[in-house]
C-alpha cells in the first residue's frame, strides 16, 4: 500500500494508498478530535485548504455520541461528510492525559470519563471495537504512553505489555473485519513504537513489533516535554529499525520546524492539534516566522497574514480585521485564523514534497528550519 518514490538522505517522498484515496507523503493530518476541526471548518473546508487526512480520536467519539450511534449511521466518513482518509488515535493518550485515577493491568485500563466521572474501561479489543465501528481508514494500536523522563525498568515491562496489546489488537480487528456489518473492510491497524526516552528500549520495542508485519508504524510517546534534542535523538536511533517500506508516522509533533527535521530524519505522516489550538489565540504562522496578533502593533495593520499564503483569509482580509475580531471574541476570528495556519501547513508539506521530488530538500530546510521557527 505505500510506494517510495524516491529518497534525500533519509527523507522520504511516497505514496499511500488507503479506501479512501491516495495520500502523497509527507504529510501532515488535520486534525478534527471529535470529527470536527476546532474553530468551525466543515469538510468542504478541509477540501479548500488542501487537508489531505483526517485525524479523530477513539476516546473522545466513545464519549460523544458513541461509536454504535456513528455506525448506524454509516461509519465516520458518511457522518462528517468527508470523503479522504481518515486516521483513528486508539484514545491511549487520552486515557493516560486526561483520566485523574486510573488502573492499569493486563487485560486494559479502568478509568474516570473527564466529562462526567463515569467509569469506562478500555483495553486492546475494546478500542478495536471502537475503531471498528467508526470505519476509519487506519486504526492505530491501543498502547501505554508513559510520561517522560520514566525509570528504565518501568519503561521495559510497559514496552512489553504495549507488544502484547499489539498482538490483541492485530487479532480482534482482522475478527471484526469478518463482520457483515463492516463499514470499512479494508481499515488497516498500525503498530506504535514506545520506550520513552530509552534508546536501548525503543530499538528493541521497534524490532518486536516490526515482526507482525503491519501496513504502517508510528513513534509514539514523544513530543511529551523531553527537548527538541532528545525528541530528534530518538528518532534516528529508532529510525533504522522501521520497516522501509511501511509508512512512518511521529504522533503529535509539531512545529513547522519539528516537521521539517522529522522529514529529514525519514518520517512520512505527522499530526498535532498546536497549529489549529495557536491560532484560536491569534499564534499565527507566516512565511517568515510566528506572529501574535494580540499585540498593539497590529490594530491599524492593514497587510494579509502572509502576503506568500493563498488561503482564503490572506486573499481578502487584513491582520486588523483578524485580530479585532479575535478580540471581541467573534467565531469567525477563529474561524479565519485556524483556516489560515492549516492552509500554511498543508502548504508546507506541499513545498516539502516538491523538494524532494526537485532533490532539493537539503537546501529546503537549510533556509526554512529556523526561519518558520522565528517569532516576529
Excluded at 461509536?67 to 466518513?77: K, P, T, Y
Aim: hydrophobic fraction near 35%.
Amino acid at each position: 500500500m505505500f510506494e517510495l518514490i524516491r529518497k534525500e538522505g533519509h527523507a522520504r517522498r511516497g505514496v499511500f494508498h488507503t479506501p479512501h484515496g491516495v495520500v502523497q507523503t509527507p504529510v501532515f493530518m488535520n486534525v478534527g478530535t471529535q470529527a470536527a476541526i476546532k474553530g468551525a471548518l466543515s469538510a468542504d473546508d478541509l477540501h479548500q485548504i488542501g487537508c489531505q487526512v483526517e485525524l479523530s480520536n477513539t476516546y473522545h467519539l466513545h464519549v460523544r455520541p458513541g461509536e454504535s450511534v456513528i455506525h448506524e449511521l454509516g461509519g465516520l466518513h458518511q457522518f462528517m461528510c468527508w470523503n479522504g482518509p481518515i486516521l483513528t488515535d486508539s484514545g491511549g493518550f487520552q486515557v493516560f492525559s486526561l483520566a485523574k485515577l486510573r488502573k492499569i493491568t493486563e487485560e486494559g485500563v479502568q478509568f474516570n470519563a473527564h466529562t462526567d466521572g463515569h467509569r469506562i474501561f478500555m483495553g486492546p479489543e475494546e478500542s478495536m471495537r471502537i475503531q471498528w465501528a467508526l470505519g476509519s481508514d487506519i486504526a492505530m494500536a491501543f498502547d501505554e504512553c508513559i510520561e517522560n523522563p520514566a525509570p528504565h525498568d518501568y519503561v521495559q515491562k510497559s514496552c512489553q505489555r504495549t507488544a502484547r496489546w499489539l498482538a490483541r489488537c492485530d487479532a480482534e480487528l482482522k475478527r471484526l473485519k469478518q463482520q457483515e456489518n463492516t463499514v470499512n473492510p479494508g481499515q488497516m491497524l498500525w503498530g506504535i513504537n514506545q520506550g520513552g526516552t530509552h534508546p536501548d528500549l525503543r530499538i528493541e520495542h521497534m524490532k518486536q513489533i516490526a515482526g507482525l508485519e503491519l501496513p504502517g508504524y508510528a513513534i509514539g510517546g514523544l513530543a511529551v516535554g523531553e527537548s527538541t534534542e532528545v525528541m530528534y535523538d530518538i528518532i534516528e536511533q529508532v529510525e533504522p529499525y522501521m520497516p522501509s517500506d511501511r509508512p512512518r508516522y511521529l504522533m503529535g509533533v509539531g512545529t513547522p520546524s519539528n516537521i521539517i527535521e522529522g522529514v529529514w530524519r525519514g518520517i512520512d505522516f505527522f499530526d498535532c492539534v498546536m497549529p489549529a489550538r495557536n491560532a484560536r489565540h491569534g499564534h499565527l504562522f507566516t512565511s517568515q516566522g510566528i506572529i501574535n496578533l494580540n499585540n498593539a502593533k497590529y490594530i491599524t495593520d492593514a497587510q494579509p497574514i502572509d502576503e506568500a499564503c493563498g488561503c482564503p483569509f490572506c486573499q481578502k482580509y487584513s491582520r486588523a480585521y483578524l485580530r479585532h475580531l479575535l478580540r471581541s471574541g467573534e467565531m469567525l476570528g477563529m474561524r479565519f485564523a485556524v483556516m489560515h495556519n492549516l492552509y500554511f501547513y498543508n502548504q508546507l508539506m506541499n513545498d516539502i514534497r516538491q523538494a524532494l521530488d526537485n532533490g532539493t530538500f537539503a537546501e529546503f530546510r537549510k533556509e526554512k528550519s529556523e526561519r518558520l521557527a522565528k517569532r516576529i
